[in-house]
C-alpha cells in the first residue's frame, strides 16, 4: 500500500503546485487579450518551455515507451516525427504566422483570405482537432491514476484533471497556463531523466534478473518468477511455442476454465476478467501484433514491407502534422514579434530532443523486467510500474511516484493548452470575445469532451494524437504552407481542400472506431491515412485556387509583405489590437491612467 | 541600419515621463524605447513598401523567394539525412546488428543522434534566415 501514499502526495504536489502558478500568473490578467494571446509579452524561453510543456503528452510521457515495448525501435520513429515536425514548423510557419498578427488559428485564415466564411470553417476544424486530442489526454489520466492507485475508478483520473484544467483556464487563460506548462516541462523531464538515471545504474549494477531471456537472443521473453495476471479487457493472445499455465481461472476461446491448461502454438481468446498463472522461465504469450521475438524486436525494420510502409506514413503525418496544430500555434501568438517566434521554436528543439532521450531506454528496461505487459497489452503503464518492479521497496515506490506525477503534469499541461484555444477560437469566433464570453465557452467547451472520455473506450493513447495530427496535416498545414508561402492561394481553394482532407480523416476515424468494436477489420490506410490525405488535400487547393485565381484578395501582395517583413520594419499589426483595443496595460500604467481622471471628476464636483 | 541589431540600449532621448506628467498631465505621451534613430526612414520605407511600387514589390518577392529557398533546402537536407534511415534499415538487415558502445546502432541513430542534428539544423537556419532580413532591411533603408 506504500505507493498509494507516494503516489497521493506527488500527484497531489503537482496539483497544487499548478493552482498556484495558475493563480500567479493570472494575478494581473483581466483583458482579453491577456486570456488570448497573454497580451504577446512571453519571451522565448519562457515560451519554449511552455510549448514543450504542453506538446509532451501522455503520447510522449508514457505513449511512446509503451509501444516500443510492443514493436521495437520503429516506434521511436514517434519521437523524432514530432521533433521534426517542430524543426519544420522552424521553417515554415513560425515567423510568418507571428508576424501575421492573428490571434486565434481562423483569425489568421481569414487575416490572408479575407473570407468570413472559411473563417467559420476554420473554427469548426480547431474544435474537432482539439477533441480529436483532448479525449486521450483525459483517458489517459483515468488510466494513470488507474495504475498508481488500483482502487480509483478511471473517472476520478479524468474529472480531476478536468477540474484543475477548467480552474486555471477559468482564472487567466493563456497569462496563467503558460507559467504553469513551462513548470510542468521541467516537471516532465526531471520525472522522466531521473528515474531513467536510477534504473539504469542499477540495471548496471545488479545485471538482468536471473532467469531474464537476452534482448538479443532468439525467442520471446520469459518470465523470471511465478506471475499471476488478471486481464481487465479480453485479448487475442498469440502462442509460438507450447506452455503449461498452472492456473487458469475464466474463459478462453469461449469455454469456462478452472484448472490447469496447456496451450500449444495458436491463437487463444482470453475473456475479460480471467487470470492466468505463469511460472518462471515460460515464453510470454503476447497480444496478437506485438513483435514476439526479442531479436526481432531489438532489430529496426523488422516487418518487412509493409512495416516500412507503416514508419514512412508515420514520419509524413507527424512531420507535416504539427504545423498544422492548433494548439500548439496559439502559443507562438504569444511571443512578441517574428524573431522571436523563431528563437522559442529553436528552444523547442533542443528541450524536445532532451526530453526524448529517455523514452527508448525505459521501454527497453521494461523489455526485460515487466513481461507480464505483453500478456494484458496495457504496455502503456510500462513506465509508470517499471521502477516498483526493478526496486522492490520503498526506494521503488518514491521513483514510481515521481512518473506518475510527470505522467500528470502532461495530462494537465496539454488538456489546458487545448482547452485556451478552443476556448479562444469559441469565444472569438461564436459570441463576442469578451473575457466573460472565454470564460462561458470555457465551461462549454469542455463538456463534449469530458462526457466522450467517461463514455467512449479507451484504446492506445497514441492512436488518438496520430488521428489529430492526421487531420491537422491534411486540413491546416496546406493552408499555411500555401498561404504563408504562395501568392495563388484563394479562399474557395482552402475551403475545398480543407474540408476535403478533413472529411476524409474524419471517415477514417470513423471507421477505425467502428472497426475496434467489429472485429479489427481496418487497414493500415485507415490507422494511417496521412499518407493520401495530405497529398489530396494540397492537390486540392492549389487546383481549386488556380480555376478561381480572380477571388485572390485584392492586397495579396500587401499581406505578403507584412508575413515576411523583418520585425524593425514595423509592419506587424496585431489584430486583437485592432479589435479588442490595448486594453489596459499592467497596474503602474493602469495607476497612472486612472490619475487624470480622477482628478477631472474631482475639478467637476468642485465646479 | 543599427535599429535591428541593437534593440537593448535604450535611446537616449527619452521623453521622461514623471517629469511631464507633472508639468503637463492632460496628455499622455507614447514612449518608445529602443527603436532609434532609424524609425523615421523606416516609416518612410514603410509608405513606399505599402504603396507597392515595382522595384518594392521586386524586392519583396525576392525575400520571400529567399527565405523558401533557404526552408526547402533545409527540409530537403533532413529529409535526406534522417528519412532515409527505414529505407537503410529495410535494404540493409545486417546494418541494425552492428554494435557501438555496446549498444545496437540502429538504437543509437534512432534513439539519440537525430535530436542534435535537428538543433543544428534549426541554429544553421535561423541564422540564415536572420540574414536575409538583415540584407532586405539594409537594402529597403536606403
Redesign the interface.
Known amino acids: 500500500m506504500g505507493i498509494n501514499v507516494w503516489a497521493c502526495v506527488s500527484i497531489a504536489f503537482i496539483v497544487l503546485g499548478t493552482f498556484y502558478l495558475g493563480y500567479y500568473g493570472s494575478r494581473t490578467a483581466n483583458t482579453t487579450r491577456d486570456f488570448l494571446v497573454a497580451r504577446r509579452r512571453v519571451s522565448a524561453h519562457q515560451n519554449a518551455a511552455a510549448i514543450a510543456g504542453e506538446f509532451l503528452s501522455a503520447a510522449s510521457f508514457i505513449g511512446i515507451a509503451g509501444l516500443v515495448l510492443k514493436n521495437g ?2 516506434e ?2 514517434y519521437a ?1 516525427g514530432f ?2 515536425g ?3 514548423l ?3 510557419v513560425a ?1 510568418p504566422l507571428r508576424r501575421s498578427g492573428a490571434y486565434t488559428l481562423p483569425d489568421f485564415v481569414e487575416a490572408r483570405l479575407g473570407s468570413r466564411g472559411l473563417r467559420g470553417i476554420a473554427a469548426v476544424i480547431t474544435v474537432a482537432i482539439g477533441y480529436i486530442y483532448l479525449i486521450p489526454q483525459l483517458q489517459g489520466a483515468g488510466l494513470t491514476l488507474n495504475s498508481v492507485l488500483p482502487w480509483a475508478p478511471d473517472w476520478l483520473g479524468i474529472v480531476v484533471v478536468t477540474i484543475v484544467v477548467v480552474v486555471n483556464v477559468l482564472s487567466g487563460g493563456m497569462r496563467a497556463i503558460t507559467l504553469v506548462q513551462a513548470f510542468q516541462y521541467w516537471v516532465k523531464l526531471f520525472a522522466i531523466c531521473v528515474p531513467a538515471f536510477v534504473l539504469c545504474v542499477v540495471f548496471a549494477g545488479s545485471g538482468a534478473p536471473a532467469g531474464s531471456q537476452s534482448l ?1 537472443a532468439d525467442g520471446s521473453p520469459v518470465f523470471t518468477q511465478d506471475t499471476t495476471v488478471t486481464l481487465d479487457q479480453s485479448v487475442k493472445l498469440r502462442v509460438e511455442r507450447a506452455i503449461w499455465l498452472p492456473e487458469v481461472h475464466g474463459v478462453v476461446n469461449g469455454v469456462r476454465v478452472d484448472g490447469k491448461a496447456y496451450w500449444g502454438p495458436s491463437e487463444q481468446e482470453v475473456a475479460a476478467k480471467t487470470s492466468l498463472s505463469f511460472t518462471a522461465g515460460t515464453p510470454v504469450p503476447m497480444v496478437a501484433g506485438a513483435v514476439q521475438d526479442n531479436a526481432d524486436w ?5 516487418g518487412g ?1 509493409p ?2 510502409f507503416n ?2 506514413s508515420l ?1 509524413f503525418a507527424t512531420f507535416l502534422g504539427i504545423l498544422g496544430l492548433p494548439h500548439v500555434l496559439a502559443r507562438f501568438y504569444t511571443n512578441p514579434d517574428g ?1 522571436s517566434a ?2 522559442t ?2 528552444h523547442v ?2 528541450l ?3 526530453f ?2 529517455f523514452p ?2 525505459l521501454a ?1 528496461l521494461s523489455r526485460i523486467y515487466e513481461p507480464q505487459l505483453l500478456v494484458t497489452g496495457k504496455t502503456d503503464a510500462a513506465v509508470l510500474l517499471l521502477p516498483s518492479a526493478m526496486i522492490p521497496g520503498v526506494f521503488g515506490q518514491v521513483l514510481g511516484a515521481i512518473i506518475a506525477a510527470g505522467a500528470f503534469a502532461a495530462f494537465m499541461s496539454t488538456s489546458s493548452g487545448l482547452l485556451v484555444s478552443l476556448a479562444g477560437v469559441v469565444s472569438t469566433d461564436v459570441s463576442r470575445g469578451r473575457v466573460r464570453d472565454f470564460r462561458w465557452s470555457t465551461v462549454f467547451v469542455v463538456l463534449a469532451p469530458l462526457l466522450a472520455a467517461l463514455l467512449l473506450r479507451s484504446s492506445d493513447v497514441s492512436l488518438g494524437v496520430g488521428m489529430a495530427l492526421a487531420m491537422a496535416a491534411s486540413t491546416f498545414c496546406p493552408v499555411l504552407m500555401l498561404g504563408i ?1 504562395w501568392r495563388g492561394l484563394t479562399w474557395v481553394g482552402a475551403g475545398v481542400g480543407m474540408v476535403l482532407g478533413g472529411s476524409m480523416v474524419a471517415v477514417a476515424l470513423i471507421g477505425n472506431i467502428v472497426s475496434g468494436y467489429t472485429g479489427n477489420w481496418a487497414p493500415a490506410v485507415l490507422q494511417q491515412p496521412a499518407l493520401i490525405t495530405v497529398p489530396v488535400a494540397f492537390l486540392t487547393m492549389i487546383i481549386v485556387s488556380k480555376a478561381t485565381s480572380r477571388r485572390r484578395p485584392e492586397d495579396v ?2 499581406i ?2 507584412r508575413l ?8 506587424t499589426r496585431d489584430r486583437d489590437v485592432l479589435r479588442f483595443g490595448e486594453g489596459q496595460t499592467d497596474g503602474r500604467h493602469r495607476r ?2 486612472i ?2 481622471r480622477l ?1 477631472s471628476r474631482r475639478s467637476s464636483s468642485s465646479a | 541600419m543599427t535599429g535591428d541589431r541593437t534593440p537593448e540600449q535604450p535611446s537616449t532621448e527619452l521623453v521622461p515621463v514623471e517629469s511631464a506628467a507633472v508639468r503637463k498631465p492632460q496628455r499622455r505621451k507614447k514612449v518608445v524605447l529602443a527603436e532609434s534613430k532609424g524609425s523615421r526612414t523606416v516609416a518612410h520605407t514603410m509608405v513606399e513598401l505599402e504603396e507597392q511600387t515595382s522595384v518594392d514589390e521586386h524586392l519583396v518577392r525576392s525575400l520571400v523567394w529567399a527565405q523558401f529557398r533557404t526552408s526547402f533546402w533545409m527540409a530537403v537536407l533532413l529529409i535526406v539525412t534522417i528519412a532515409s534511415l527505414p529505407m537503410l534499415f529495410y535494404l540493409f538487415p545486417g546494418f541494425g546488428d552492428l554494435m557501438v558502445f555496446g549498444i545496437r546502432l540502429p538504437w543509437v541513430l534512432l534513439g539519440a543522434l537525430p535530436y542534435p542534428l535537428l538543433y543544428g539544423l534549426g541554429v544553421w537556419y535561423v541564422r540564415r534566415a536572420e540574414r536575409h532580413e538583415r540584407d532586405f532591411v539594409s537594402m529597403v533603408d536606403r
Open positions: 525501435p520503429d521511436l520513429w523524432i521533433t521534426s517542430y524543426l519544420a522552424l521553417l515554415f515567423a538479443s531489438l532489430r529496426p525494420q523488422s514491407l512495416d516500412l514508419t514512412y514520419i524573431r523563431r528563437r521554436t529553436l528543439l533542443l524536445l530532443g532532451t526524448y532521450l527508448g531506454l527497453a508561402w501582395n500587401r505578403m509583405l515576411h517583413a523583418p520585425d524593425p520594419l514595423g509592419f497612472l491612467a490619475r487624470p482628478r
